[in-house]
């Protein structure tokens, strides 16, 4: 079968890779129909994404259709079309037992720990498959990053009539973004791309957005919170200067959400921490319930994935599309590959 294979950063090739056996008991064989091109796939691109390696087979954003499976606690069936969800997880660790599974002692996500679904079959474990006959393969490739957002808001318990700031308008803040105004929170976006605080303007219907590379953003933040300032602060940047400099907005007795992730230290003004008791949290990946959960707020037409897909291309055209993908100036939101 045809795969995407990463050899090393900068260096992706199509090629051909041996076929797949039948699934193991409690395992599908699926088709990989739809892949959502991430923040994770470009950092490895790269090269400086953390707990990477190379060669690697990309690809976690996945819409499939079922092609093997024996019968399942889950009803799944030969040619369901569903989203993956990737985080394949021991089920016996402190945090598999105390349902975090999605932050195993050992966990491995595909297209990072172990090869992913940049490829024509993969074999992925059937509880691990979310189903649904209304969605299109676009929008179950998209699961995933709405799914990283909405386990973040949750981190936090949101609440409605808080203020919340959102730093970093890429598909996982504005998965932030999201979730957030549906938990009943004001929302302010705060980013340096003018093209993504307009969409974040006039899609996601966020009032207050702040460029954080024309203006005093910590007193405009201040003016638009009449000073108290928001009660929960979320970090989607990835970037170190962004993420230290975020503890300046959180107001006393908020909470400090680092969705976010890169290689290396953070360090933060202890006495303003403790001053304003601050809450900081990690946020990673999403848990089995956010995925059945977003499915039916899609289904239902609550969440709206159509705008995001700015950029597409047929598989055998990925190697070269990438390349220009990865571009500070190319003005991909969200690329998507078809099989």
């Not at 890429?170 to 791309?193: C, E, K, L, T």
């Not at 900081?280 to 037409?301: K, P």
Request: contains cysteine.
């Amino acid at each position: 079968m045809k795969a995407l294979v990463l050899k090393s950063p900068g260096n992706l090739v199509l090629t051909e890779i041996p076929g797949l056996p039948p699934p193991p008991e409690g395992w599908a064989l699926v088709r990989v129909r739809r892949i959502g091109v991430c923040g994770t796939d470009i950092h490895a691109y790269n090269g400086n994404q953390p707990f990477f390696s190379y060669p690697r087979i990309l690809g976690h954003e996945l819409g499939v259709e079922i092609v093997q499976v024996a019968e399942n606690a889950r009803g799944l069936n030969q040619g369901d079309l569903c989203s993956v969800e990737p985080y394949l997880n021991c089920g016996r660790c402190i945090a598999c037992r105390r349902g975090k599974e999605n932050c195993c002692t050992s966990l491995q996500v595909l297209g990072v720990h172990v090869d992913g679904g940049q490829r024509e079959f993969l074999h992925v474990p059937t509880a691990k498959l979310h189903g649904s006959r209304r969605l299109s393969l676009d929008q179950l490739a998209l699961v995933e990053t709405l799914g990283i957002g909405a386990h973040a808001v949750n981190r936090a318990a949101v609440e409605a009539g808080e203020t919340v700031l959102v730093i970093g308008a890429g598909p996982i803040g504005m998965a932030v973004i999201q979730f957030a105004a549906a938990a009943g929170a004001r929302v302010i976006a705060m980013d340096v791309n003018k093209a993504r605080l307009a969409f974040c303007r006039d899609t996601l219907g966020v009032e207050d957005t702040l460029n954080a590379s024309e203006s005093d953003v910590l007193a405009d933040v201040q003016r638009l919170t009449d000073g108290d300032l928001p009660t929960a602060v979320f970090d989607a940047t990835g970037n170190p200067q962004s993420m230290m400099g975020s503890f300046a907005f959180p107001a006393h007795g908020g909470r400090l959400v680092f969705v976010g992730l890169f290689q290396g230290d953070v360090t933060f003004s202890d006495p303003g921490f403790h001053k304003r008791e601050l809450t900081l949290m990690g946020s990673r990946n999403a848990r089995s319930e956010d995925f059945t959960r977003i499915i039916g707020l899609i289904e239902s037409g609550t969440i709206d994935t159509t705008p995001w897909i700015t950029h597409r291309a047929p598989f055998a055209d990925v190697p070269t599309r990438f390349q220009e993908w990865v571009k500070p100036g190319a003005g991909v939101l969200k690329a998507m590959i078809d099989l």
